[in-house]
């Protein structure tokens, strides 16, 4: 018999089919809220906490490939085959504005003032919206070398991400030049690019690798080999100290972040893992798969080991803190929020 007890995570269904794309906003006073994307062209908006359906954004045509809320968790974005992306009211579900493409759009992130809406797809060019003038032509940068897979913001807005469909590597472009300033290089094609809550590392996955950057200096602080193909990875949000990877095994692993070491390992899809995702406070992750549903797994540890372990690192290991033990883990943290005390820390994550 396996040693470890089984994760039950809350299973979430209501897509028809395969789930591409999960995003966490980060917490606000209304608590924290998960948004997928779906082949199915309707994309979910859910309570980040228990996974309860809130609504469905409906009005594109074609499958969604990518979606996201801003910082306030007030509207939403998403990109689809119809060849839009669409901004929604996050609270009545209303579409805002469809900005029309000339070809798939694959990738979609709001900036981290809320003011901006960053598109690519397979047309090659990254498009900047300003959403207060939802009408003007879009700012354009340099044209990407490649068919777009993923786009994210960094350095306060100044800077862009995407990776490629077709070729390696991560492209960082500084939004004043419209210039590539940097290439991470990967061997393989980088399918999920994810900035770090504290602004400190870029997480990609790429092949069967899980590789770590320094967001500021662009070095590659870590890279760990996956027991198999991976589509995506995140990092925990509040230490750091862990991050988790699914890819076409159908599972959902744990790993230490500084030794590699696998802490666990979730089983419970019927098809590969398309995405994953840590809730803004570390507290649980979200995995969305070919299967069609969205499942969100504790983050508390499963054995004794681990217990011990994680309480070596410093982590709780428990959904539930106390308020004094979150007073003492966000200092440092300029953030005021009027939120669950256990969800004091904001996410600028994408």
Not at 165 to 191: A, N
Not at 209 to 229: E, I, Q, R
Not at 240 to 257: L, P, Q, Y
Not at 267 to 294: L, N, Q, W
Request: aromatic share 8%.
């Amino acid at each position: 018999m396996d040693k470890k007890r089984v994760a039950v995570p809350l299973v979430c269904h209501g897509h028809s089919r395969p789930v591409v794309d999960l995003f966490y906003s980060p917490v606000t006073p209304d608590g924290f809220f998960l948004i997928s994307a779906s082949k199915d062209s309707n994309p979910m908006l859910r309570n980040g906490e228990t996974g309860d359906w809130i609504g469905t954004f409906e009005g594109h045509k074609g499958a969604v490939w990518s979606c996201c809320l801003d910082t306030n968790a007030l509207r939403a974005a998403t990109g689809s085959a119809d060849f839009t992306a669409k901004i929604w009211d996050a609270l009545t579900g209303d579409e805002l504005h469809s900005f029309e493409h000339k070809h798939i759009v694959r990738a979609s992130a709001f900036s981290e003032d809320t003011h901006l809406l960053l598109t690519g797809g397979i047309e090659k060019i990254l498009r900047m919206y300003d959403l207060n003038r939802p009408d003007a032509p879009p700012t354009e940068v340099d044209k990407s070398p490649g068919s777009v897979r993923t786009v994210a913001w960094l350095h306060s807005d100044q800077t862009i991400l995407s990776s490629c469909t077709d070729m390696g590597g991560v492209r960082l472009w500084d939004i004043r030049s419209g210039k590539i300033v940097q290439t991470l290089e990967t061997k393989s094609s980088v399918t999920s690019a994810e900035v770090s809550q504290d602004g400190r590392y870029i997480t990609t996955a790429d092949g069967s690798t899980v590789k770590f950057w320094d967001a500021n200096y662009f070095g590659l602080v870590k890279s760990y080999n996956m027991p198999c193909t991976v589509e995506s990875a995140s990092l925990e949000p509040k230490y750091g100290n862990k991050f988790i990877a699914g890819g076409e095994d159908m599972w959902i692993r744990v790993f230490d972040f500084h030794t590699g070491e696998e802490i666990a390992c979730n089983k419970g899809h019927h098809g590969p893992v398309h995405c994953v995702r840590f809730s803004p406070g570390g507290e649980s992750y979200a995995s969305g798969s070919e299967d069609g549903t969205i499942r969100i797994w504790q983050t508390g540890p499963l054995t004794q080991d681990d217990a011990e372990a994680l309480t070596a690192n410093g982590s709780a290991g428990k959904v539930k803190v106390t308020a004094e033990e979150v007073s003492r883990k966000i200092e440092g943290f300029q953030i005021e929020d009027e939120g669950n005390p256990r969800e004091k820390e904001e996410a600028g994550n994408e």
